[in-house]
């Protein structure tokens, strides 16, 4: 049942829902397209029922299916086609539905009921076999709560690093001034930028000196994560300055210049 | 050939049942699992104590790495094992490491190595193609397996690149401690002496973060192992079906690893042309004839440039003493918990040699007496017995490996990457000699282990004093790798568009190469070591086609961790103060630069007029 219907029938609904890019279904399908279903299938039409044990067919799967995505990517690339979301997909999923196919094929000739991961399923069933003959408290204290709580433990852990990773970076605040020559000649102008990644909005002065006493003054007020942009168009040529000022301070907090030609 | 164990056998569980029998008084399997979870939580508010300062942060590191470590070793070590079990124990050890190393830095990359794969990733997700220039890592684009892995799944997926690689380097991880687990059973191994095996490759000293990172060695590893499991299965006899599909398993393989990783796949060829040497059957043969067709056509065909790349190290070993950016020296006492982890290892593989050479003598004689003196002795070594000497020999080759840390400034690095593969059939002789004697045995091999597995967190990656995450370091590699930088990087890739040469210190050379995709020089020390710009500084710059600089004026506020600032330092080891600030103020007053982007600590400059 498994070869025959569902494992290539997921493979072409995953491909479907990467092209379609339905939210979070297209995370679940892409993951399933990159290390299960090519693998799965290709597992039952190499090797034989009995031919592997369930820990070589838990590496195979993934392995297999990694290998579709690479060696199928080279493919792509040599027969000139983009590689893409919607390319991978589809060659996966090509391959997961031939591999069904062959592997259906070879079973009614030799016979031989080749399945998608049938030590998979053994050991399944033994766990279900082991967990059927345990009693409930066993089952819990030696199964379920472990599980439980190294999920938990996994998940509290991933989270407290996540959480003070965030609260570094937001610390850390970066306000960036920058000024590049944009045109040279009559149409000589930079372009002034200024961005902050700072929590709180806060009110700047930039001023602009250049040659033959030009200036000119603006008065930015910026938020978090906000960019400020300026063309300025030059008079003349020479060295350009331009200061950054927070708020009321007299001291430049940023400073850069470029020799206009 | 049927297999039976690989040798030496293990011990019987005598010493075991006398006393009642160990297996119902050890952990369960379940409870274990979740004490070595428990510590990569505690791991985990090391990590959080580290970002802020707090001193308190090492102390949790070290509980929670010997909670992560000790009770799944202590549970191997105990008793019998049924293969799930087994595999729990060291499935759970792999996710439990890998999980350390994402929580190192759980947001995104920062490692180096890593940020050059997530540049040449972007890059076949952003094209389309394969084998697109890379600034960050030029060998790497002739080796594009895992930039196409990483690339399937976030295009698939619509995750973010950086969380798909997180997602490809731990499966792969977990792939490759599985398939060592999955070979050391086809050699006929028990469940205990697989998962002890995994137990043993988990000290190694790159186990919980070179063989874990989005890297191209990360790709390779497990298909390496595959392929050597597929070889030793292809001669067990299963129908014709089976046969084929381990010689294509075995084919696809080693066409992953060719496609994947350069200096793999050189060990590759180099372990099975070795096998075949001992084995001299007809399969081992073939395999090794094909790896060496596949990988002599992938190298002269799609990557003739990587024989130089390879070449570098090694010249590098009777060269100069320019650094290369890798962490530099450890610490005396780290190398002396090393050395006795080292010692233990020489002890353990002499034990093997000498048990080897009995047993072989043994048979020599039975086989004397029963055929005669003058009886042919036959050719090449058959069945478990090649696997054993091929395990043998592997772990000879760690420790003449281990010599290389002697040569060269490039000679620790070359002996730790080497090690990456000879711990593997390492690990099997160690743990092959610790179950095979008596009790004492078993808890001396724990020691070993436990000892082991400190040096590696000491002396592997991050260095010593970048253990925990934490504030900005000057030079110092994941510690330099900050919003700053990263925000001054992707500034110049915004503004200034890709490719331009740029001079930087370390992280400057990291950060613009992946985030800015820039082409960033190395050799440029000259450029920052004078307080005064001069006509040589100049000079040098046009030499070397620089367009921008890139100075980071937190150098001159802390020591580099390594000695070390630049890409072929050549005052590598004498950096050991700030650098003056004179040094990295004096573009200011330049004739002929532009100071074009200011953050307050990076600065860009640009020199000459634009074109």
Redesign the interface.
């Known amino acids: 049942m498994t070869t025959k219907i569902l494992i290539p029938l997921s493979a072409v609904v995953a491909a479907i829902l990467v092209w379609t890019h339905v939210p979070v279904a297209e995370a679940i399908a892409g993951l399933a397209l990159a290390f299960v279903l090519p693998g799965y299938a290709l597992v039952g039409v190499l090797f034989a029922r009995r031919a592997l044990g369930a820990v070589e067919r838990l590496v195979l799967v993934p392995a297999l299916s990694l290998a579709v995505a690479v060696l199928g990517g080279l493919l792509l690339y040599v027969s000139g086609i983009r590689l893409s979301g919607v390319s991978f997909a589809l060659f996966a999923a090509g391959v997961t539905v031939v591999a069904a196919a062959v592997g259906e094929f070879r079973a009614r000739r030799t016979g031989e009921a080749v399945e998608g991961a049938p030590g998979l399923r053994e050991a399944v069933s033994r766990v279900r076999a082991d967990w059927r003959s345990a009693s409930w408290r066993t089952r819990t204290w030696r199964w379920v709560a472990p599980a439980l709580v190294s999920i938990v433990l996994l998940g509290a852990a991933g989270w407290i690093s996540l959480g003070s990773a965030h609260t570094q970076e937001r610390a850390s605040g970066v306000t960036q001034l920058s000024m590049l020559q944009t045109g040279t000649g009559l149409d000589r102008q930079v372009s002034l930028d200024l961005s902050t990644r700072n929590a709180d909005p806060e009110q700047y002065r930039i001023v602009v000196r250049g040659s033959a006493d030009f200036q000119a003054s603006f008065a930015p007020r910026l938020g978090a994560d906000a960019t400020w942009s300026r063309d300025i168009a030059l008079p003349i040529g020479g060295r350009v300055t331009a200061d950054l000022y927070r708020g009321a301070e007299v001291t430049p907090y940023r400073s850069v210049f470029v020799d206009v030609t | 050939v049927t297999a039976t164990i690989v040798a030496p056998p293990e011990a019987p569980d005598a010493h075991r049942t006398r006393r009642g029998g160990s297996r119902r008084n050890a952990l ?1 399997v ?2 274990v ?2 004490l070595s ?2 510590g ?2 505690c ?3 090391g ?2 104590a580290g ?2 300062g707090a001193a308190y942060g090492m102390v949790w590191y070290w509980i929670g790495q010997a909670l992560v470590f000790l009770p799944i070793m202590i549970r191997v070590l105990s008793g019998p094992l049924t ?2 079990r087994a ?1 729990a124990l060291v499935a ?1 050890l792999t ?2 490491g890998y ?1 350390l190393k ?6 995104q990359l920062r490692f180096s190595d890593e940020l050059q794969h997530w540049t040449a990733t972007g890059t ?2 952003r094209t ?4 697109q220039p890379n600034d960050a890592l030029p060998a790497a684009v002739h080796f ?2 895992l930039a ?2 990483g ?3 976030s ?5 973010s690149l950086t969380a798909s690689a997180f ?1 490809v380097a731990g ?2 991880h977990l ?1 490759c401690v ?2 060592i ?2 070979l050391i ?2 050699c006929g191994g028990s469940p205990r002496l697989a998962a002890l095996t995994c137990v043993v490759y988990a000290t190694g000293l790159h186990f919980l973060f070179f063989d874990s990172m989005y890297v191209y060695q990360t790709a390779a590893l ?2 390496l192992v ?1 392929t050597f ?1 597929a070889l030793r299965r292809w001669g067990t006899p ?2 014709p ?2 046969w ?3 010689a ?2 075995g084919l ?2 080693i ?2 690893v060719t ?2 990783h350069h200096v793999t796949s050189l060990v590759m060829l180099a372990a099975l042309v070795g096998f075949a040497a001992i084995e001299r059957s007809r399969r081992s043969v073939i395999a090794a004839a094909v790896a060496f067709a596949v990988v002599a056509i992938w190298i002269g065909a799609v990557a003739p440039e990587v024989i130089s790349y390879l070449a570098q190290p090694f010249t590098g070993m009777f060269g100069s003493k320019a650094g290369n950016g890798s962490a530099g020296g450890s610490p005396v006492w780290i190398l002396l918990v090393q050395a006795v982890g080292i010692i233990g290892l020489v002890i353990v593989f002499l034990a093997a040699l000498r048990r080897e050479v009995r047993r072989r003598r043994r048979v020599a004689e039975a086989a004397d007496d029963a055929t005669g003196t003058d009886a042919p002795r036959p050719a090449g070594v058959t069945g478990v017995d090649a696997w054993w000497l091929a395990a043998l020999g592997g772990g000879l080759l760690f420790f003449l490996g281990g010599g290389l840390r002697l040569i060269g400034s490039s000679g620790p690095e070359l002996a730790a990457r080497a090690a990456t593969f000879t711990y593997i059939p390492l690990a099997v002789v160690v743990a092959a000699v610790i179950l095979s004697g008596p009790r004492r045995r078993l808890v001396a091999g724990g020691v070993l282990l436990a000892v082991l597995a400190v040096g590696a967190r000491l002396g592997g990656w991050p260095p010593s004093w970048e253990l925990l ?1 934490g ?1 900005y370091l000057a030079a110092g590699a994941e510690r330099s790798i ?3 930088g990263i ?2 990087a992707s ?1 110049t890739e915004r ?2 568009g890709p490719g331009n040469r740029i001079a930087a210190d370390l992280s400057g050379w990291t950060l613009t190469s992946s985030y800015g995709r820039q082409n960033p020089v190395g050799d440029v020390a000259q450029l920052y070591d004078s307080p005064r710009w001069t006509d040589a500084d100049a000079e040098l710059a046009d030499r070397l086609g620089i367009t921008y600089l890139w100075v980071d004026k937190r150098l001159a506020t802390s020591t580099p961790p390594t000695a070390t600032l630049f890409y072929g330092d050549p005052r590598t080891g004498e950096r050991t103060s700030p650098m003056p600030l004179a040094n990295l103020t004096k573009f200011d007053d330049a004739p ?1 630069i ?7 600590a990076i600065v ?1 400059y ?1 020199l000459g ?2 074109e």
């Not at chain 2, 532009?594 to 307050?600: A, C, E, T």
């Open positions: 369960p379940g409870a699992v979740m979870t428990l990569v939580l791991v985990a508010i990590y959080a970002r802020t293969q799930t595999f759970a996710i439990n999980a994402w929580t190192y830095s759980p947001d076949v997700m389309g193609s394969l084998f594009p397996g196409e892995m690339a399937a799944v295009t698939m997926t619509g995750l997602i499966i792969l792939m599985a398939a687990f999955v059973r086809a497990p298909f595959l499991w299963h129908g079906i089976a084929s599909g381990f294509v398993a696809v393989s066409l992953m496609i994947s995450p504030r900050d919003p700053q925000a001054a500034w503004y200034l002929g532009s100071k074009v982007y200011d953050d307050g860009i640009r007029a634009p």
